[in-house]
């Protein structure tokens, strides 16, 4: 019956990983090939079915990106603009110098993540 099926003889299928290893038409090449196209199938599949989800990430990590980059600039402008309202003014050098360091290790750690 499966070699009116396939068209073929039939020969043992010992040597197969994934077909029938008993009497089969299936060969080597065969079983190959049609691991290749289910291969295939499989990560069309996968990327048809992951773009609406992968288009939002991408959407959402720009928008955190901007977000924070704005972010380590305001923090910048609200330290320089600290200087007008700081009573006293020798404190703020080593303020400044602690917190520009901070920044700028804020700025480099978020770089680096990129």
Known sequence: MAAAICGRSLWPGEHLRVCSQGYTC????MEDRLGQQSKLDFEKLVDENSHTIRAIFTSRHKKFDEYKKRSIHHEAALLFEEKRYCG???I???KLKVFLGISC???AAYQSDK
């Open 26 to 29: 299936c060969t080597s090449d």
């Open 105 to 107: 290790q804020i700025c």
């Open 88 to 90: 006293r003014i020798d």
């Open 92 to 94: 703020y050098p080593a």
